[in-house]
């Protein structure tokens, strides 16, 4: 295993802290690239007239997913060793339409409001200093929100791990969403090629329609890859990771999950995600 | 329009950009991305310089700043400055820096601050029930298939659209 470089202490924290900005650095510049520094634009999907919120979006899931169980696939990447966020579903659901009422209110989202306040928007330092007073709100509110923060609590729950079937398969499904509501929103809304030619490169909907299916191919084989891979390999000759990480045991999935609903298919060959107490981002 | 602003990328191409972003942090940090984390760490550092007592016995700051922890010296932080620099690099290279209240073309620039702000506020109390905003679950937990994010996904879009029409004329 050769990665994810902090948790398996393959880097030091001074590293990560150096990593961690110049991530945000690209993360910042690529937003603004795509037009996120603007309120107008960013809010211009909920009148239906600009669909790039959407097909960034989802272009960055289907990207980083795949990349994701591709070098968790080939062993490369050590899958347990990534925080994933617990699911508390009643949370999350609550919280999701105060923030998508706080986008359509605000004009912006928490990361694109820092883009935009550095682009020079003053609405945009309106809404930082209201995120500011809502995190207030909520900490000094926070023994009375109690039960809502941890409604429906569930721990680490994958979409895999609910509907019984293997990664590659949901992600598979995931690409085929992404290239659906593309197409559609080509054929029915604003096409993209009103921002064409990056790099002297004609972004049509085809050629981008083109790369996607190559995107979908590449996750349909990962994911036969991975599902015909019997086990996730633990037992490298690799370096043992100094960070002490309890092993997850073979039958680890069948202890995990008490026969709810329908038998699931066999774990995941991913093993049962587990939740690593650590930094996490949100 | 200015002639001088250069376009914006493609969103595909912007997409996969993000997209490779977030898969290098997960291959560094193993962790994804994240932008709401880094207004927790500042709120609690702001708090506890103003009312130590008061933040330490927070049921909910209490835990950014306990012993020995500088609420500013952790990650999120950092990946804020990043965000805000490069947002900063990218709207400077592309002409598109300007001091503007961004507002719809029926909208007042008092109205638009007062609504940007309530926006704001909403968000901030979303972002930490939700365990995170449009980067942390939506963009990360999304990439992990994580059932929570999909679940909040789907509900920011629904809310937005739902509420859409009752502030068309802020935007439109």
């Known amino acids: 295993m050769k990665a994810p470089l902090y948790p398996l202490g393959l880097i030091g924290e001074e590293a990560g802290f150096i990593a961690v900005f110049f991530l945000g650095l690209f993360f910042g ?23 790039s919120v959407l097909r960034v979006m989802f272009t960055a899931i289907v990207v980083a997913m795949i990349g994701l169980l591709y070098l968790t696939g080939i062993g490369w990447m050590d899958g347990e060793a990534v925080t994933v966020k617990e699911t508390v579903l009643g949370a999350q659901i609550v919280g999701g339409l105060l923030l998508g009422a706080g986008f359509i209110i605000g004009g912006y989202c928490p990361g694109t409001s820092a883009v935009a306040a550095a682009s020079g928007r003053l609405d945009a330092f309106a809404y930082i200093g209201g995120m500011f007073a809502g995190t207030f709100l909520f900490s000094a509110a926070y023994d009375w929100i109690q039960p809502l923060y ?9 979409l895999p791990e609910v509907l019984g079937l293997q990664p590659g398969l949901v992600a598979a499904a995931v690409v085929l969403i992404a290239l659906a509501a593309f197409a559609a929103t080509e054929i029915w809304g604003n096409p993209s090629v009103e921002s064409p030619r990056v790099w002297q490169v004609r972004l049509t909907p085809h050629s981008a329609g083109a790369a996607l299916a190559v995107l979908l191919a590449f996750g349909l084989v990962t994911g036969y890859a991975m599902a015909s891979r019997p086990q996730p390999v633990v037992a490298q000759s690799a370096p043992a990771p100094a960070v002490a990480r309890p092993v997850p045991a073979a ?19 991913g093993g049962v995600k587990k939740f690593r107490k650590g930094k996490s981002c949100s | 329009m200015t002639s001088m602003q250069s376009r914006y990328w493609s969103p595909y191409l912007a997409g996969v950009a993000i997209g490779l972003t977030l898969l290098a942090a997960f291959i560094v940090l193993g962790t994804g991305l994240g932008s709401s984390g880094a207004f927790t760490q500042f709120l609690a550092a702001a708090a506890h310089k103003a009312a130590p007592g008061w933040t330490e016995a927070n049921s909910y700051l209490r835990q950014f700043v306990g012993e020995g922890r500088n609420p500013l010296k952790d990650w999120m932080t950092f990946q804020f400055a990043g965000v805000f620099l490069g947002g900063l690099i990218g709207a400077l290279t592309a002409g598109r820096m300007k001091l503007e209240v961004e507002r719809g073309p029926h909208a007042t620039p008092g109205m638009r601050l007062l609504l940007a702000f309530a926006g704001g506020t909403i968000t901030g109390v979303a972002a930490r029930l939700a365990r995170g905003c449009t980067s942390g679950q939506a963009l990360t937990g999304g990439a992990q298939l994580a059932l929570g994010s999909w679940a909040f996904m789907m509900a920011v879009f629904a809310a937005a659209f739902g509420l859409a029409f009752f502030l068309r004329r802020q935007w439109q």
């Open chain 1, 29 to 51: 510049f690529f937003l603004e690239r795509a037009g996120f520094g603007s309120s107008k634009k960013l809010t211009s999907i909920f009148y239906f007239k600009d669909w």
């Open chain 1, 150 to 158: 941890h409604w429906g609590g569930m721990g680490v729950k994958t």
């Open chain 1, 251 to 269: 039958p680890a999935g069948a202890v995990a999950a008490p026969a709810a609903g329908p038998a699931p298919v066999a774990a995941p060959p």
